[in-house]
């Protein structure tokens, strides 16, 4: 499944963004999906995931409280709203999704997807 990941740009420190992720398969429903982040010369890091029902998501305890995913399978789409936001989350975030997945344990490791989105670019000035 193809991913394109959209919705980042420049935002003041304590403002807002949307990012989505929109895929290119009709049977998105079928996919869980995570969002990781990835700052230069640092290691990918998990966000958030939702399971393919929708019924389970988990979250990085860096962004508890402040972010929240969620789907629409009608659009085929991910989001991942972002609240409070702080310089700190400043890098490039991406989307990947594994096919029926629902292990939350599992969707917080990178390994477990197999297809991923280009990635979008949040930017938090102080």
């Known amino acids: 499944v193809q991913l394109q990941a959209s919705g980042g740009g420049l935002v003041q420190a304590g403002g807002s963004l949307r990012l989505s992720c929109a895929a290119s398969?009709?049977?998105?429903?079928?996919?869980?999906v995570g969002w990781f982040r990835q700052a230069p010369g640092k290691e990918r890091e998990f966000v958030e995931a939702?399971?393919?029902?929708?019924?389970?998501?988990d979250y990085a305890d860096s962004v508890n409280g402040q972010f929240t995913i969620s789907r629409d399978n009608a659009k085929n789409t991910i989001y991942l709203q972002m609240i409070k936001l702080k310089p700190e989350d400043t890098t490039i975030y991406s989307c990947?999704?594994?096919?029926?997945?629902?292990?939350?344990?599992?969707?917080?490791?990178?390994?477990?997807?197999?297809?991923w989105g280009q990635g979008t670019l949040v930017t938090v000035s102080s």
């Open positions: 939702i399971s393919w029902s929708g019924g389970s998501s």
């Open positions: 398969t009709p049977t998105f429903s079928t996919y869980a």
């Open positions: 990947a999704a594994s096919l029926w997945g629902r292990d939350l344990i599992q969707l917080r490791v990178a390994g477990t997807y197999r297809s």
